[in-house]
């Protein structure tokens, strides 16, 4: 089993990629100001649209650090219940943070998001995770090819968590006509503990996402996931958060069925979850 | 008086769409034995086989954080609000008070 390390990206996460990718749509479709970064060394930042998105912490992080390279306003919803790292990271790269509801959870700050996008359409360009083809794509065209190129054809399963399920949809795009099988993880509760994760049978269902996507769907108890976390960074010496364990469950599962390659997808770093008591 | 408790929108499935309920009880293991008896299911999706908030659960009474004031056992007086939350990462800790949403 192989582990995609994405906490290697420059902003921690794997959220990177679509971040990157939405924000760069968003600028060839007029969305967003292109000559952003110029513009931002002049006197006409204040007429050009803020980025804004609802996330659950490592979007919110990944495309504060676009915005802040393409100089672009960017503009967060986010649940009062991430963690204080991932908040603090967005506004260290410049980013205006909105706390929503915790009760509502990450359904609630795309609720805010939809409502601050249609109140005010000539202020915001509301990249939108969820239904944006932008973050399949990013998936399709870097996470599936770099995973075939680094295994040298090897790959016969692919692993990943769902959140928006750009990941897992991108991936598939990319690798499933090549033979690869692609498993989709998710928590097995609507009341659960893995961060970016979705309880699809509960959640507001994010528009690109495709249950054909995937050879097979693993439910993941956080308790589990939480376990295999501390059990990654004690025996393996990798630090993860705990998507990454959830989806290390997951690949276990399957590699007690299947021979092959797995590559399973660790979306971020523990570093991002120090102040929780995940570590205690 | 009662006790009113607040609860996300991951447990509402228990609880026939409600988001706030009213309920007795001098702890808050009594608190959500109260509410099991009229929703089943309720009680083991806060608590462990223990008996203990599970790890990602987060439970405000006021505005204290109910690990540091004794967990299912904590105290809960007349007229509290007890709010429960999901806790990323098994127990991310909110930056401010419950009051502190939107």
């Not at chain 1, 513009?39 to 980025?51: E, N, P």
Request: glycine share 12%.
């Amino acid at each position: 089993m192989w582990a995609k390390l994405e906490s290697f990206n420059p902003g921690g996460s794997v959220k990177d990629r679509a971040a990157l990718w939405m924000v760069l749509a968003a600028e060839d479709d007029g969305l967003l100001d292109a000559a952003g970064r110029e513009r931002s060394l002049g006197s006409g930042a204040s007429q050009r649209r803020v980025i804004l998105d609802a996330t659950s912490g490592n979007t919110g992080v990944a495309l504060a650090l676009v915005g802040a390279v393409r100089g672009h306003s960017v503009e967060l919803c986010m649940p009062d219940l991430v963690s204080l790292e991932r908040k603090a990271m967005a506004r260290a790269f410049g980013a205006h943070v909105r706390l929503t509801d915790p009760l509502e959870g990450s359904d609630g700050a795309i609720v805010e998001a939809r409502r601050l996008a249609a109140e005010e359409p000539e202020r915001y360009a509301y990249v939108d995770q969820y239904a944006n083809p932008a973050n399949v794509l990013a998936h399709r065209e870097t996470t599936g090819p770099e995973i075939w190129e680094q295994t040298e054809g090897a790959v016969t399963h692919v692993v990943a968590g769902v959140g928006t399920s750009g990941t897992v949809v991108g991936i598939s795009q990319a690798l499933r006509a090549r033979g690869v099988r692609i498993v989709a993880a998710q928590p097995d509760d609507a009341l659960h503990g893995i961060d970016g994760w979705k309880h699809m049978a509960s959640a507001l269902r994010p528009a690109i996402w495709d249950e054909s996507v995937a050879d097979r769907h693993v439910a993941v108890a956080t308790d589990a996931a939480l376990a295999m976390t501390r059990r990654l960074a004690r025996e393996e010496g990798v630090f993860s958060g705990p998507s990454g364990g959830a989806a290390v469950v997951a690949a276990v599962d399957v590699a007690r069925e299947f021979e092959g390659r797995i590559v399973v997808i660790v979306a971020d770093g523990g570093d991002r979850y120090l102040s929780t008591p995940l570590w205690e | 008086m009662a006790i009113t408790v607040r609860l996300p929108g991951s447990l509402r499935e228990v609880t026939g769409g409600q988001s706030k309920l009213s309920a007795s009880g001098a702890t808050l293991a009594e608190v959500f034995g109260d509410i099991e008896r009229r929703h089943p299911g309720f009680r083991d999706r806060v608590l462990d086989e223990s008996g203990a908030i599970r790890t990602y659960v987060n439970v405000y009474i006021g505005e204290e954080d109910a690990r540091t004031s004794g967990g299912s056992e904590a105290r809960v007086p007349e007229g509290a609000e007890v709010m429960v939350i999901p806790a990323m990462a098994g127990g991310g800790r909110r930056t401010s008070g419950p009051r502190a949403g939107s």
